[in-house]
C-alpha cells in the first residue's frame, strides 16, 4: 500500500500514516491532528491510568489555579467535570462555594472524595448517562477527550450555559516530545488514547461545538512524569537495563526545557466561551 490517505476527522482534510518507529499515526496535511488505530500503533500497557499518589496531588491543585486564573473574576457557580475520578479537582470548586457534580463511569477505581459522595455529587456514569442536572457555568474535561469515541465537543459544550466556559487538557498532537520520541511517548502507553489534538484542531472542535472562542494554552507543569517515562521507553527500546530509574533521573532537564519552551509540554489546553442563545 503506497502512500495511504484518509480523512481528518476534525477538519475534513486528508491525513497521511506518520511513522513513529514502533508504530504508525495517522496525521491531518492541514491541521495537524493526529488519530490512532491501535492495530498500527499498540499501546505498552493494557489498562488506562488515572495517576496516583503526590504527584497527582500537586497536578490536581496546579490545574485548579489554572483554572481559576483563566476565568478570572467570572462567578463560577456550578461546575460539572466529566471524568471527574474520585473528585479531587471538583472538591477545590466545592470548598469555593459553588455546586459542583461530577460523572465518570470507572470512577479511575479509588476511594472518592467523601464529603462529595456523602452528597451525592459524583456518578458512575457517562456523560450521557448523566441525564438532565441543567447547565453549569463551568464544565471541566480533564484528560477526557482523547478518550472519546468521537472528537465531537458538542455534548460537552451543551451543558454549558450560555456565555459560560468549557476547559479541556489533552495530549498534544504538535508537542515536540512526540517529535522527538516517536513510539516511545508515554501518552502512547495508555490503550484508550485515540485521538491527540493540536493547537489547530482543538480550537476547530471548540468552535465547531458552539463555542464563540477559544483559548488555547500549553501549561508546563501538567503531566511531568510524562517526560521521564517517555525517556525511559525510549532508552528500554534501546535494550538498556534500569531504564525507568535513567528515565526518572533524566527528568529534571526535561522540564526545564519545557520552561524554555512551551512546544516542550506533552499536553494543550483549552477555554472555550459558550456562544449565546
Known amino acids: ?3 495511504p490517505t484518509r480523512m481528518c476527522e476534525v477538519c475534513g482534510a486528508s491525513a497521511n500514516l506518520r511513522d513513529v518507529g514502533r508504530g504508525s499515526l495517522w496525521q491531518c496535511t492541514a491541521c495537524s491532528h493526529v488519530m490512532r488505530d491501535l492495530d498500527l500503533c499498540a499501546p505498552r500497557r493494557a489498562d488506562a491510568w488515572g495517576g496516583s499518589g503526590i504527584g497527582e496531588r500537586v497536578r490536581v491543585d496546579r490545574t485548579y489555579r489554572r483554572v481559576r486564573t483563566l476565568v478570572r473574576s467570572a462567578r463560577v457557580r456550578r461546575v460539572l467535570d466529566v471524568g471527574c475520578g474520585d473528585g479531587a479537582l471538583l472538591r477545590r470548586f466545592h470548598d469555593d462555594g459553588a455546586e459542583v457534580v461530577g460523572c465518570d463511569p470507572g470512577m479511575l477505581g479509588r476511594p472518592l472524595d467523601a464529603t462529595l459522595d456523602a452528597q451525592g455529587a459524583l456518578h458512575a456514569c457517562t456523560l450521557d448517562e448523566l441525564g438532565d442536572v441543567g447547565d453549569f457555568d463551568l464544565v471541566l474535561a480533564v484528560h477526557v ?3 472519546l469515541p ?5 455534548p460537552l459544550l451543551n451543558r454549558v450555559r450560555p ?9 498534544a498532537a504538535d508537542s515536540r516530545q512526540i517529535q522527538r520520541y516517536g513510539s516511545a511517548w508515554w501518552m502512547l502507553d495508555d490503550p484508550t488514547h485515540v485521538r491527540f489534538y493540536s493547537a489547530d484542531s482543538l480550537a476547530r472542535a471548540a468552535v465547531a461545538a458552539g463555542a464563540q472562542a477559544a483559548i488555547i494554552g500549553r501549561p508546563r507543569d501538567d503531566s511531568l512524569l510524562c517526560d521521564g517515562l517517555s525517556f525511559s521507553n525510549s532508552v528500554s527500546d534501546r535494550g538498556v537495563p534500569l531504564a525507568t530509574a535513567i528515565g526518572l533521573a533524566a527528568a529534571a532537564p526535561l522540564v526545564v526545557r519545557r520552561a524554555v519552551s512551551a512546544t516542550w509540554s506533552p499536553v494543550i489546553d483549552v477555554l472555550a466561551v459558550r456562544a449565546g442563545d
Open 163 to 171: 456565555g459560560g466556559y468549557f476547559y479541556a487538557i489533552t495530549p
Open 1 to 3: 500500500m503506497s502512500d
Open 150 to 154: 468521537t472528537p465531537n465537543l458538542q
Open 145 to 147: 477527550i482523547e478518550h
